[in-house]
């Protein structure tokens, strides 16, 4: 046997012969229709990598093209242990982005590449107001959605009303009205010389249909193409796969049509449906052992999939579990939400404390906006949690910024003996960024967080210098290194998809949020049934399916998710019986008012600060900077990020309410008996007027 033999027998031990079948299958169409957990992502890894290492294909001349960064991330990961390095594993957009980055002085004859769009829900409104229609929040993301929709279909402005209503849309405006929003959108880009993500794309496609010297270029570099969740491309990412094969046939898809999740910004599992009949001799594998979840979880994933109705639901098959018996799923119902974020994070805190890695377990939900009562429980029992949308974490807009503010800033001379940390914040302070003032959630806290990372990341890496930190992340972007920290994962379910923990939560099922309300029609419903199967199947131990009647104590009682008539049945409010549980419930659910203006507050870092955000604050700096000093002290003692230890809204509650005693402490939002018991006596002598070494173990300075 040769090395090379032997490598390649290595590749293919610990696959079933279905999987080995895909994965030996030779040159050519190869498609895998499966369902989830069927070791899909598992057999296109090893494909690549027996062909890679059996000398049939160069790494280089390969692009895999998977759904989110982390995928790629993966992707690359397994295959560098296989033996394969040097594959580019990409996503469309990142593939379509350098792709335009190399071509760009080609393409655009000496012109400075547009900058990226940051924010279309600002450029929507404006131009929605350009057609005189006034557009909230909401009704610039539903247009923003419109938009996306159009442009990931190929429908051009002047086509969008006549194509909206072909496809049943329901945009927030008469479809004509639309049009002209779009129109109008499309001419704001161009006056600021910007363009969107899907601009991007259709340059990388334009790039290689009209240009035939970049196509031949592109075409001699990638010959052996991969998709993965090939089910949720749309017909721009399509046109663009199309574009890089140049007719080639050399192409593996594998997907799910169940798992078709994206269909509402314009994906079709029609391709990968389709795929044996575009192409005659392709290599069909169908998988339907389950290897991820425990048959408990199968079994529920089964039955939630099996009411499927539409398209999609044709191709499905009941999944046949292979690991052992575990726990049955967890089904509970809770008197509200706060109560049910507490008894998500003492759960965790359990699994945790009973060896599971908080990595390994996951908080899903249907919107981002659920994510914050997660963060704030969990730091309540003091788990660390880690928010995602750090996927495609070097293609977010404000971080884009950020990495040309600290170029910039890493030009001009340093300061003698400034620490690399403050250097990086005061760029980005430059930018806008303030280091103490995280904003309350959503959209919004996520950017404060995403700088907020590229902080703690200057903390953490060996950088002598603002140029130094800055080839070092060029280089963690050219890997797709984005910094992570240990902790249970809160995502939405549109991110989680193709991931697996031992743990998962699937929070807030009810009515209204899955599905959610604006699911009217008969396909949108079915979406979001598949979105629930994709929740359940990221399981692989355990899995907790939970919702809150109210969404804050009193308030109106909703029905439990229609896909899940199970959790009707499980027993009535499992609200949990620990006293503490009950007693932090109460204390999130009591009425706040801003102690300088009385108005009632509802955001949680408001509630915690104790005042309204624009109402004047009376901070006492001094002790803010102390109390701030004394947390990053524990925080590194304890080897956790600092907001485990209090997170920066209760740092500035503490710092503008300077509680002498016990109580006073409590009343503070976000503190409770475990942190009181931790850090009371130091919190209260520091507000006393002691120094940072008196509470800590630190040796007093010299
Ligand atoms: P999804 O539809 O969620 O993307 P998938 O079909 O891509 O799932 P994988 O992620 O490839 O599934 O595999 C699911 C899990 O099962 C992984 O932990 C993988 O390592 C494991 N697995 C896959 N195939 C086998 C096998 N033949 N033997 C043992 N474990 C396997
Ligand atoms: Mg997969």
Known sequence: MTVADDAAAQVLAGLDPEQRAAVTAPAGPVCILAGAGTGKTRAITRRIAYRVVSGEIDPRRILAVTFTAR????????????????????????????????????????????????????????????????????????????????????????????????????????????????????????????????????????????????????RSQYRHFVVDEYQDVNPLQQRLLDAWLGGRRDLTVVGDASQTIYSFTGASATYLVDFPRRFRDAVVVRLVRDYRSTPQVVT?????????????????????????????????IFSDEPAEAAAVAARCRELVAAGTPAREIAVLFRTNAQSQAYEEALAEVGVPAVVTGAARFFERPEVRQATMALRAAAKSPPVPDEPLPAQVTEALVATGWQPDAPPGGGAARERWEALAALVTLAEE?????????????????????????????????????????????????????????????????????????????RARQWLWLSYGQSRSPGGRARRPCRFLPQLAGSAAASDSGDPAQRRAARRRNQVVACRVCGATLFAGADRKLGRCPDCPSDRDEELYERLREWRRVVAGEQHVPAYVVFTDATMAALAERSPQTVAELSAIGGIGPRKIEQYGEAVIALVAGASVAQVTNLPPPQ
């Open 71 to 218: 995928a790629a991330g993966q992707l690359r990961e397994r295959l560098a242990q296989l033996g394969a390095d040097g594959v580019q594993a990409r996503t469309f957009h990142a593939a379509g982005l350098r792709q335009l980055r190399y071509f760009a002085p080609r393409l655009l004859a000496g012109r400075q590449m547009p900058e990226l769009v940051d924010s279309k829900a600002r450029l929507v409104t404006l131009a929605a107001a350009r057609a005189s229609l006034r557009a909230d929040r909401t009704t610039a993301r539903d247009l923003a959605s419109e938009i996306e929709w159009a442009k990931a279909n190929l429908v051009e402005p002047g086509e969008y009303a006549a194509a909206a209503v072909k496809a049943q849309r329901e945009p927030p405006f008469e479809a004509a009205k639309v049009g002209e929003v779009f129109t109008a959108y499309e001419e704001l880009k161009r006056a600021r010389g910007l363009i969107d993500f899907e601009d991007m794309l259709r340059a990388a496609v334009w790039g290689i249909e009209e240009h035939p010297d970049v196509a031949e270029q592109i």
């Open 300 to 332: 529920l994933a089964n039955n939630v999939i099996s009411q499927a109705r539409g398209g999609e639901a044709r191709l499905r098959v009941a999944l046949q579990g292979q690991r052992p018996p575990g726990p049955e799923p967890d089904l509970r």
């Open 461 to 537: 890496v060996a950088s002598s210098s603002l140029a130094d930190f800055c080839a070092e992340l060029a280089r963690r972007e050219a890997i797709q290194h984005t910094p992570t920290v240990e902790g249970v994962t809160l995502a939405s379910l549109h991110s989680a998809k193709g991931l697996e923990w031992d743990a998962v939560f699937l929070v807030g099922l009810a009515e209204g949020t899955l599905p959610t309300t604006y699911a009217r029609t008969d396909e949108a419903v079915e979406e979001e049934r598949r979105l629930l199967y994709v929740g359940i199947t």
